[in-house]
């Protein structure tokens, strides 16, 4: 796994990680935090818990505050969980069938677009705007290099 | 309180298991959340099945398998006992599937670390990044609004289309703000994971976005929200960062770009 992140400090041989119950209580802290902070926000510009999460767990991990190893058992854990944990969002539809029953059909199909033109038009405008950097402003990136490792 | 006195079946299921609504043998309001977890469980479960030996046809990605035949059950379950799904739903289902639903908090926190693990990508590009989410959603908005009214949504409609780049519980709010309905926003949130869990793969290669990996991975991201970025995770360490970040930036950007493009196209 490490030469795969390089930014990964090195772990010196006697650092274990953290116990599981020590990683799930990190992230209950997290939440709770997070939890405090989310109604700080006004109804105009709503940022929902798990947002403020992510920031305030990344900016824990950037400031060395926390290691990796902290963290990293239960995080990639409940990653490997997120398609699972979306069954319910999903069934979550039966509640709303009389809406989809209505305009369903152009629903999906709008989705459907919107999905794709997201994902293109976003990946699209990256790759546009780090060509533009590196033919532009002769700034050197790695990131072709490391991908074909 | 019996809500559903009026429903002897329902009643009956209440005080056999207990639900959602307050029917319950021991006359607690909490539901008896097995019911929801043990069906979420046993559909996904068909799903791998069905994915394993189909060897891996996209239509029998688990999620999307879990979701339809979840519906299915309890629209059938619902007829058994007389009444709506939404009905059967509210009271058998959510109390276990808001359990399992809970469990997104620390899954959707969890992707700091895939972010983290490429910090020196993160470091090294976040102007490009940050304009790429501005730009590529602005350019999306567009189309997403011209493709909505083309398709012949109402104004509600198309307002409800607008928002659902961000994460639901940003989406379904802006959305009842710019004058949209909130749970087909949320429906629209769920819609895309299930569309890009299923044909992320296929799409990705389809419009030869693997090539770089940064725009594959800010792509996914805002396509398919965190079922995305589990997706760019499996692609590589620089998509599932790129991924992982485009999830937070975007949700901020659709706070702040959406309802002023809405007034300017006239919604409101």
Redesign the interface.
């Given at each position: 796994m490490a030469q795969?992140?390089?930014?990964?400090q090195p772990e010196t041989a006697g650092e274990q990680p953290t116990p599981i119950l020590g990683q799930?209580s990190i992230?209950?802290a997290?939440?709770f935090v997070?939890s405090l902070i989310s109604p700080l926000f006004p109804?105009?510009?709503?940022?929902?818990?798990?947002?403020i999460?992510?920031?305030?767990?990344?900016t824990l991990?950037?400031t060395h505050i926390l290691k990796?190893r902290n963290?990293?058992k239960?995080?990639?854990f409940?990653?490997?969980?997120?398609?699972?944990?979306?069954?319910?969002?999903?069934?979550?539809?039966?509640?709303?069938?009389?809406?989809?029953k209505a305009?369903g059909l152009?629903?999906?199909?709008?989705?459907?677009?919107?999905?794709?033109?997201?994902?293109?038009?976003?990946?699209?405008?990256?790759?546009?705007?780090?060509w533009l950097?590196q033919h532009l402003f002769h700034r050197k990136?790695a990131?072709e290099q490391?991908?074909t490792l | 309180m019996i809500i559903l006195a009026e429903n002897p079946n329902l009643a009956l299921w209440g005080k056999w298991l207990g639900d959602g609504l307050g029917n319950n043998a021991d006359g607690s309001t909490a539901g008896n959340a097995i019911f929801?977890i043990f069906?979420?469980?046993v559909?996904?479960l068909i799903g791998q099945w069905l994915f394993k030996i189909s060897k891996g046809f996209f239509l029998f990605?688990?999620?999307?398998v879990?979701?339809v035949l979840?519906?299915l059950v309890?629209?059938l379950l619902a007829k058994a006992f007389g009444t709506s799904?939404?009905t059967?739903?509210?009271s058998a289902?959510k109390p276990?599937?808001?359990i399992?639903?809970w469990?997104?908090?620390?899954?959707?926190?969890?992707?700091?670390?895939?972010?983290?693990?490429?910090?020196?990508?993160v470091k090294?590009?976040w102007l490009?990044?940050i304009?790429?989410?501005i730009?590529?959603?602005s350019?999306?908005l567009l189309?997403?609004y011209e493709?909505?009214k083309l398709?012949?949504?109402d104004t509600v409609?198309i307002a409800?289309?607008l928002p659902?780049?961000a994460?639901?519980?940003?989406a379904m709010?802006?959305s009842n703000?710019i004058g949209g309905?909130g749970?087909?926003t949320?429906?629209?949130c769920?819609?895309?994971?299930?569309?890009?869990?299923a044909l992320g793969d296929w799409?990705?290669k389809f419009?030869r976005?693997d090539?770089?990996?940064?725009?594959?991975g800010?792509?996914?991201g805002?396509?398919?929200h965190?079922?995305g970025?589990?997706k760019a995770?499996q692609l590589?360490?620089?998509q599932g960062s790129m991924a992982?970040i485009?999830?937070?930036i975007i949700?901020?950007v659709v706070?702040?770009l959406v309802?002023p493009f809405a007034s300017l196209v006239g919604l409101r």
């Amino acid at each position: 796994m490490a030469q795969q992140h390089p930014t990964t400090q090195p772990e010196t041989a006697g650092e274990q990680p953290t116990p599981i119950l020590g990683q799930m209580s990190i992230f209950a802290a997290i939440l709770f935090v997070a939890s405090l902070i989310s109604p700080l926000f006004p109804a105009s510009l709503p940022v929902p818990t798990p947002v403020i999460g992510i920031v305030i767990l990344y900016t824990l991990l950037a400031t060395h505050i926390l290691k990796l190893r902290n963290v990293e058992k239960f995080a990639d854990f409940m990653i490997s969980l997120i398609a699972f944990l979306f069954v319910p969002a999903g069934v979550q539809l039966a509640a709303s069938l009389d809406i989809l029953k209505a305009q369903g059909l152009q629903i999906t199909a709008v989705v459907l677009i919107a999905t794709i033109v997201m994902l293109v038009l976003v990946s699209y405008t990256a790759v546009g705007l780090i060509w533009l950097r590196q033919h532009l402003f002769h700034r050197k990136s790695a990131v072709e290099q490391e991908t074909t490792l | 309180m019996i809500i559903l006195a009026e429903n002897p079946n329902l009643a009956l299921w209440g005080k056999w298991l207990g639900d959602g609504l307050g029917n319950n043998a021991d006359g607690s309001t909490a539901g008896n959340a097995i019911f929801g977890i043990f069906l979420s469980l046993v559909v996904y479960l068909i799903g791998q099945w069905l994915f394993k030996i189909s060897k891996g046809f996209f239509l029998f990605q688990p999620l999307f398998v879990g979701m339809v035949l979840g519906i299915l059950v309890l629209f059938l379950l619902a007829k058994a006992f007389g009444t709506s799904t939404a009905t059967f739903y509210r009271s058998a289902y959510k109390p276990g599937g808001d359990i399992i639903f809970w469990f997104l908090n620390p899954a959707t926190i969890a992707f700091a670390v895939p972010l983290y693990r490429r910090n020196d990508i993160v470091k090294r590009f976040w102007l490009e990044i940050i304009l790429s989410l501005i730009i590529g959603l602005s350019l999306s908005l567009l189309v997403i609004y011209e493709a909505a009214k083309l398709i012949g949504l109402d104004t509600v409609g198309i307002a409800s289309m607008l928002p659902q780049a961000a994460t639901t519980a940003i989406a379904m709010p802006i959305s009842n703000a710019i004058g949209g309905v909130g749970a087909v926003t949320a429906t629209a949130c769920i819609l895309n994971s299930v569309i890009i869990y299923a044909l992320g793969d296929w799409l990705v290669k389809f419009f030869r976005i693997d090539k770089d990996p940064i725009g594959a991975g800010l792509g996914l991201g805002t396509a398919g929200h965190t079922v995305g970025s589990a997706k760019a995770v499996q692609l590589g360490s620089i998509q599932g960062s790129m991924a992982s970040i485009a999830v937070v930036i975007i949700s901020i950007v659709v706070d702040l770009l959406v309802p002023p493009f809405a007034s300017l196209v006239g919604l409101r």
